[in-house]
């Protein structure tokens, strides 16, 4: 076994059916006036928590939008100052989250998340934010919450094929952290068994998204992916979603979604142990007839949820690619293959037109 480094995050986690009955607990054990952050598609839940929290509840935001962008946390920083709140709960996805991220960056105050889709970000460190056309990232202590409430219940309403990109997206977090440079055995672990209880899990949601069953084993298995997030370095395919997502403003999870695939070619040969155990993680599911190749195999499962299969589909703008391989070049992440730009074409070409990604993306 090599030699490593392993911190893990100082989150407290609440897993299960009803667990957002304990908010009110939970915020009295950080303050006593608290900032209610959602996205405007989730008024209904915002409700609901502004209700659980009552004379808690000391401000209310519901302006949250992907990407982080600057000017809402600027308006959400308005409505916090005017309010003076002692944290922040943070009710919906990786959006509403982001602004809560966002929030204590700049203020310290903790915060509390409550996850409705798998994204994974309530438990990193990491936040981006996008201002002018540019995402950056950063990682801080005060950035990761503090208490994340997983209840599996606010998980129902998320549409199939929303459950599905956000799904893959975890993956991809767990997928890059085999390979990551800061690699070590306990997220590994993780990496290989949050793929398996999504990749479980995923399907009986197309098919039923009011499978509790289902929702509760991809909503575990998103945790521990966002775990691997927040605990290694990524590499490439989070690097070329970064900037899709921050410059030419692509959904966030369909966008990694599509790119996984690709990125799992491109690093195939470099990284062939990770991508073996990617592929071996995803065959578990006892429904599957998988071929244990990683790529192809998370290639297919994009028809089989019903999810757009190339960047094309997405909206990126045709003969762009050149503008996101200068990007990637000039702020290159570390990535078991080094990245040279001709191959890096090949591989965005291949992703735009949704071409079934080859061996011969390796090379
Ligand atoms: P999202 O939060 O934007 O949600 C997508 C849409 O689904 C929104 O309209 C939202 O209101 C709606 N929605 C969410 N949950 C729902 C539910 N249960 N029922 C019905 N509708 C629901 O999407 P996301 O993919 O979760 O998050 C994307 C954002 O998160 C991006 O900005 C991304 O950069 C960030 N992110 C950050 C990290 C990190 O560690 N920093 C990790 C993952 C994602």
């Given at each position: 076994?090599?030699?490593?480094?392993?911190?893990?995050a100082?989150?407290?986690?609440?897993?299960?059916?009803?667990?957002?009955?304990?908010?009110a607990?939970?915020?009295?054990?950080?303050?006593?006036?608290?900032?209610?952050?959602?996205?405007p598609?989730q008024?209904?839940?915002?409700?609901?928590?502004v209700?659980?929290l009552?004379?808690?509840?000391?401000?209310?935001f519901d302006?949250?939008t992907?990407?982080?962008?600057?000017?809402?946390?600027?308006?959400?920083?308005?409505?916090?100052?005017?309010?003076?709140?002692d944290?922040?709960?943070a009710?919906?996805?990786?959006?509403?989250i982001?602004?809560?991220?966002?929030?204590?960056?700049?203020?310290?105050?903790?915060?509390?998340a409550?996850?409705?889709?798998?994204?994974?970000?309530?438990?990193?460190?990491?936040?981006?934010?996008?201002?002018?056309?540019?995402?950056?990232?950063?990682?801080?202590?005060?950035?990761?919450?503090?208490?994340?409430?997983?209840?599996?219940?606010?998980?129902?309403?998320?549409?199939?094929?929303?459950?599905?990109?956000?799904?893959?997206?975890?993956?991809?977090?767990?997928?890059?952290?085999?390979?990551?440079k800061?690699?070590?055995?306990?997220t590994?672990?993780?990496?290989?068994?949050?793929?398996?209880?999504?990749?479980?899990?995923?399907?009986?949601?197309?098919?039923?998204?009011a499978?509790?069953?289902?929702?509760?084993?991809?909503?575990?298995?998103?945790?521990?992916?966002g775990?691997c997030?927040?605990?290694?370095?990524?590499?490439?395919?989070?690097?070329?979603?970064?900037?899709?997502?921050?410059?030419?403003d692509?959904?966030?999870?369909p966008?990694?979604?599509v790119?996984?695939?690709?990125?799992?070619?491109?690093?195939?040969?470099?990284?062939?142990?990770?991508?073996?155990?990617?592929?071996?993680?995803?065959?578990?599911?006892?429904?599957?007839?998988?071929?244990?190749?990683?790529?192809?195999?998370?290639?297919?499962?994009?028809?089989?949820?019903?999810?757009?299969?190339?960047?094309?589909?997405?909206?990126?703008?045709?003969?762009?690619?050149?503008?996101?391989?200068?990007?990637?070049?000039?702020?290159?992440?570390?990535?078991?293959?080094?990245?040279?730009?001709?191959?890096?074409m090949?591989?965005?070409e291949?992703?735009?037109?949704?071409?079934?990604?080859?061996?011969?993306?390796?090379?």
């Amino acid at each position: 076994m090599h030699t490593f480094t392993y911190s893990s995050a100082p989150a407290r986690i609440l897993f299960g059916a009803g667990r957002m009955a304990d908010l009110a607990d939970e915020v009295r054990r950080l303050g006593r006036r608290a900032l209610v952050v959602t996205t405007p598609e989730q008024r209904d839940l915002g409700a609901q928590l502004v209700d659980l929290l009552g004379e808690l509840c000391a401000g209310y935001f519901d302006g949250a939008t992907m990407h982080t962008p600057t000017d809402v946390t600027a308006r959400a920083m308005d409505t916090l100052r005017n309010s003076g709140v002692d944290c922040i709960v943070a009710g919906g996805g990786g959006s509403a989250i982001g602004l809560s991220k966002a929030l204590a960056v700049r203020t310290g105050l903790p915060q509390i998340a409550i996850p409705t889709t798998y994204a994974g970000s309530e438990v990193t460190p990491i936040l981006g934010e996008t201002e002018d056309g540019r995402k950056t990232t950063r990682r801080a202590p005060e950035i990761l919450p503090r208490v994340v409430i997983y209840d599996v219940n606010l998980t129902l309403s998320l549409p199939p094929t929303l459950s599905a990109s956000s799904g893959l997206n975890a993956i991809a977090h767990a997928a890059e952290a085999l390979y990551a440079k800061d690699c070590n055995p306990i997220t590994s672990m993780m990496a290989e068994e949050g793929i398996r209880a999504l990749g479980g899990s995923l399907g009986a949601i197309a098919s039923d998204p009011a499978n509790l069953a289902a929702r509760a084993k991809a909503q575990y298995g998103a945790w521990l992916c966002g775990t691997c997030l927040g605990a290694v370095g990524m590499a490439l395919h989070h690097k070329i979603c970064h900037v899709l997502g921050g410059t030419f403003d692509l959904p966030h999870a369909p966008t990694h979604a599509v790119v996984l695939p690709y990125v799992l070619a491109y690093n195939a040969r470099a990284a062939s142990d990770a991508v073996t155990r990617i592929g071996r993680a995803l065959a578990s599911d006892p429904n599957s007839a998988a071929d244990a190749d990683a790529s192809r195999y998370l290639h297919g499962m994009l028809e089989q949820l019903c999810l757009p299969s190339s960047l094309a589909a997405l909206g990126m703008p045709a003969g762009k690619l050149d503008v996101v391989a200068d990007l990637v070049m000039q702020q290159a992440y570390w990535n078991p293959r080094p990245v040279e730009r001709a191959s890096l074409m090949r591989m965005l070409e291949a992703a735009f037109a949704g071409t079934p990604p080859s061996a011969d993306l390796s090379m």
